[in-house]
T-cell receptor
Framework: DTAVSQTPKYLVTQMGNDKSIKCEQNLGHDTMYWYKQDSKKFLKIMFSYNNKELIINETVPNRFSPKSPDKAHLNLHINSLELGDSAVYFC????????????FGDGTRLSIL | SQQGEEDPQALSIQEGENATMNCSYK?????LQWYRQNSGRGLVHLILIRSNEREKHSGRLRVTLDTSKKSSSLLITASRAADTASYFC???????????FGTGTSLTVIP
């Protein structure tokens, strides 16, 4: 019954590797998001995406790319991982845009060795 | 940055007491939202208040918005140990195309 689910929950990998995090929502929402939460709990939006438009936060390195096979999925692919990428990544979804409540997954904790 | 700032950063109270946390932001908003984050979990939406609203209630939660002061407050009445969490405000800019979370308040409710 999980509304927004992310896998894996934990991801430990070496610097320089490429990895993906998967996200699925079963709420019928048309907008999905990716957030990064750092060690101080600061949350920053990375991407928002619906079937019409991808909005990228300009501060996000182009090593990060969202991929959406369909409306219910928004995966996050990261190339050439760096130490500074260590964080918790959250997927979220909403019905419509920012003026609607967002539903969050439980996060993926990414640790770069 | 538009990112909201919350105070206090941390708050510790006894069960049964009220908890108040504040959020200040910098530019005009379309709406402001409050979220709760339990340790190790994702954020949960609590309340959304629009720029033309001054106060909203949901159960033990009361949110106020003062657009002239660019600030909002979240009051949790009769707190419970289960309210222990981090609380974040989030603002949507007036144009509706940008979304920012505040810095968060860590609330501990002591049984």
């Amino acid at each position: 019954d999980t509304a927004v689910s992310q896998t894996p929950k934990y991801l430990v990998t070496q610097m320089g590797n490429d990895k993906s995090i998967k996200c699925e929502q079963n709420l019928g929402h048309d907008t999905m998001y990716w957030y990064k939460q750092d060690s101080k709990k600061f949350l920053k939006i990375m991407f928002s995406y619906n079937n019409k438009e991808l909005i990228i936060n300009e501060t996000v390195p182009n090593r990060f790319s969202p991929k959406s096979p369909d409306k219910a999925h928004l995966n996050l692919h990261i190339n050439s991982l760096e130490l500074g990428d260590s964080a918790v990544y959250f997927c979220a979804s909403s019905l419509g845009g920012y003026d609607q409540p967002q539903h969050f997954g439980d996060g993926t904790r990414l640790s770069i060795l | 940055s538009q990112q909201g700032e919350e105070d206090p950063q941390a708050l510790s109270i006894q069960e049964g007491e009220n908890a108040t946390m504040n959020c200040s932001y910098k530019t005009s908003i379309n709406n402001l939202q409050w979220y709760r984050q339990n340790s190790g979990r994702g954020l949960v939406h609590l309340i959304l208040i629009r720029s033309n609203e001054r106060e909203k209630h949901s159960g033990r939660l009361r949110v106020t918005l003062d657009t002239s002061k660019k600030s909002s407050s979240l009051l949790i009445t009769a707190s419970r140990a289960a309210d222990t969490a981090s609380y974040f405000c989030a603002t949507v800019t007036y144009t509706g195309n940008q979304f920012y979370f505040g810095t968060g308040t860590s609330l501990t409710v002591i049984p």
